[in-house]
């Protein structure tokens, strides 16, 4: 099994973001990688360790997004790539995966891959958007939102629990898969997987390196564009009651001023 | 002439795409696009009522309701269209991002309005678990806007549409994917995902969800619950509010037991009006609540809903 890693650096959820200049402003100190691209590396490394091979993680980002590999490799890749080009900011998710697309076929170049991982949402956009737009990228079946995943015989299957509905999908390799947390609990990283991650080193790739036209992604590729970016109000008029005996006539008594009983 | 994608199930119409309708009847003529065996006569006149003028059929196989074959399917039916609305949920997303990645269209998720700006396509969002309100704009010649629930009122057209059946043929598909099962999850009472009013417990519950549930019949809403209690085999996981659960966004959300982790709140801080009740009067869910109870459940429920029964 060849498998490669989507992974994303994101800032810390607790920490505040904002916007300036139309632009998401990150603090770079507080950042890691997106929680749920844990479970996509632990879905690969599971599989590796099962069938053998290799776990690639791959990322697009600055300098900074080498976070989010370390940690990929601390939890069991042995390999980390970051593409990183000036012309790639401000990317929708179209030219995102333009990028990404790149990568995993340059990567599939040396030695066929047989699966490319993600999680399932990052915590920051929370679109979910991604693995679909890679998926049509590439021309490669898509099976998402994974809840349990297994490979056999050149074909992956996995489970999926929508809102609706629950469903099991198969598709022939190789395809792009997103896991759920609640495909599996990924591993602490010893303190061996930890020195062990420091030693490997990232390779940095540009676009000129995949092939990539710059005016495909960014800004200039952008498909949309954000016009303006406002904090949401705060809600005003907040009023808490501590329960004295009548805290439940209160709570009636609001639903009712709010038209709701 | 505006697409719009109609979920339907064996409950039929989803109330989100009657939302859908309601916005886009206001951008121009709308035509449905419909996946699926044809609508029954009473979809078809529901339809009507929220002024499509057609409805566009693609007789896709449910073995094929897969993403790719969604897309292909949207792009075979809405091929001359330059703007497709649909409802934010992961399916439909999913599909469309298939159908705009393939056709170049530009692409907006969790959109709160839409809105035609000198012949371009205007969106209003929240992000970052709603603490922004973001306004974007999509330059591509061809648009897909998903809209959140409850972002406005569903309400019938003043004039019925002819909702004039059309059938397009399901294109060849090149689909890799296989359906090998679907079990539809029987949802009591409201989708969580369109539901108006959502009442929801946590770990203060103790895994007693009768009040909530009580409180949530009363009110007409649906019923929500922390991963916690999802985890803990409580409550259904359909019934899980939070980033990697359902997010919601109704008028009233009524939090009981959650103390409001990050995750969570994230799922639900876009809604309405949100009330809280919990024990521990510093937790962050009451950052957030506009009516906050610091007291026992067991206790405020009871009296709350003996209250509301007075009432009415």
Redesign the interface.
């Known amino acids: 099994m060849r498998i490669l890693v989507c992974v994303k650096y994101v800032p810390d959820i607790h920490s505040p973001r904002s916007f300036a200049d139309e632009r998401v402003v990150r603090n770079p100190d507080d950042g890691g990688m997106n929680e749920l691209d844990d479970h996509a590396v632990e879905a690969a490394v599971r599989l590796v360790e099962e069938l053998g091979g290799e776990v690639v993680a791959l990322t697009v980002g600055s300098e900074d997004a080498s976070v989010a590999l370390r940690r990929a490799l601390q939890l069991g890749a042995s390999r980390a790539i970051r593409v990183t080009d000036g012309a790639i900011a401000n990317s929708d998710v179209f030219g995102t995966a333009r990028v990404l697309g790149a990568a995993v076929r340059r990567v599939g170049a040396e030695e066929p891959l047989d699966l490319v991982l993600t999680g399932m949402a990052s915590l920051d956009a929370l679109t979910s958007m991604l693995p679909s737009a890679l998926a049509g990228e590439l021309g490669w079946p898509q099976l998402t939102l994974a809840s349990s995943l297994a490979v056999a015989d050149g074909r992956a299957r996995v489970e999926r629990h929508l809102a609706d509905a629950r469903e099991t999908v198969e598709a022939p390799l190789p395809a792009v898969v997103s896991v759920t947390d609640e495909a599996n609990s990924p591993r602490y990283p010893n303190f061996k997987a930890i020195v062990a991650a420091r030693e490997v080193e990232i390779e940095a790739w540009s676009l000129a390196d995949l092939g990539v036209d710059p005016n495909d992604v960014g800004d200039l590729g952008a498909r949309a564009r954000v016009l303006s970016a406002a904090p949401r109000p705060p809600r005003d008029d907040r009023r808490v009651v501590s329960d004295t005996g009548d805290g439940g006539v209160q709570l009636a008594a609001f639903l009712a001023e709010k038209g709701f009983a | 002439m505006i697409g719009v994608v109609i979920e339907h199930?064996p409950a039929g119409v989803g109330g989100s795409s009657l939302e859908a309708l309601t916005v886009a009847r206001g951008l121009g003529d709308t035509v449905a696009l419909w996946l699926g065996p044809s609508p029954s006569e009473d979809e078809r006149a529901l339809l009507a009522d929220y002024g499509v003028a057609e409805v566009r059929v693609c007789p896709l196989e449910a073995r094929a309701r897969?993403?790719?074959a969604e897309?292909a399917a949207i792009a075979a039916a809405a091929g001359d269209l330059d703007l497709v609305l649909g409802v934010s949920?992961?399916?439909t997303?999913?599909a469309l991002?298939?159908f705009?990645?393939?056709s170049?269209?530009?692409?907006?998720?969790?959109a709160s309005g839409v809105e035609i700006v000198d012949g371009r396509v205007?969106t209003t969002q929240?992000?970052?678990?709603?603490?922004?309100?973001?306004?974007?704009?999509?330059?591509?010649p061809r648009a897909v806007v998903l809209l959140r629930p409850n972002s406005i009122v569903a309400e019938p057209a003043p004039k019925p549409g002819e909702a004039t059946i059309v059938d397009v043929p399901a294109p060849e598909l090149a689909?890799?994917?296989?359906?090998?099962?679907?079990?539809?999850?029987a949802?009591e009472g409201i989708?969580?995902?369109e539901a108006r009013?959502v009442v929801a417990g946590g770990r203060g519950t103790g895994g007693d969800f009768a009040l909530v549930s009580e409180l949530a019949d009363?009110?007409g809403g649906a019923v929500g619950a922390t991963r916690d209690a999802t985890d803990e085999g409580w409550i259904g996981?359909?019934h899980m509010v939070g980033?990697?659960g359902?997010?919601v966004t109704p008028?009233?959300y009524v939090a009981c037991g959650i103390s409001g982790a990050?995750h969570h709140r994230?799922g639900m801080q876009g809604s309405g009006?949100?009330?809280a009740?919990d024990t521990d009067?510093d937790a962050p869910i009451?950052e957030?609540?506009?009516?906050?109870?610091?007291?026992?459940l067991f206790?405020?429920?009871?009296?709350?809903?003996?209250?509301?029964r007075d009432?009415?």
């Open positions: 199930g897969v993403a790719s897309g949920t992961f399916a997303k999913e991002t298939r705009a990645s393939a170049g269209a530009g692409m907006v998720v969790d205007e929240s992000v970052f678990t709603a603490t922004y309100v973001v306004r974007s704009r999509i330059d591509a689909t890799a994917e296989t359906l090998a099962d679907r079990t539809f999850v949802s989708p969580l995902a009013i009363l009110l996981h359909e980033q990697t359902t997010t008028s009233l990050v994230g009006t949100i009330v009740i009067a009451f957030i609540a506009d009516f906050a109870v610091v007291g026992d206790e405020v429920l009871p009296q709350a809903i003996a209250a509301l009432r009415s």
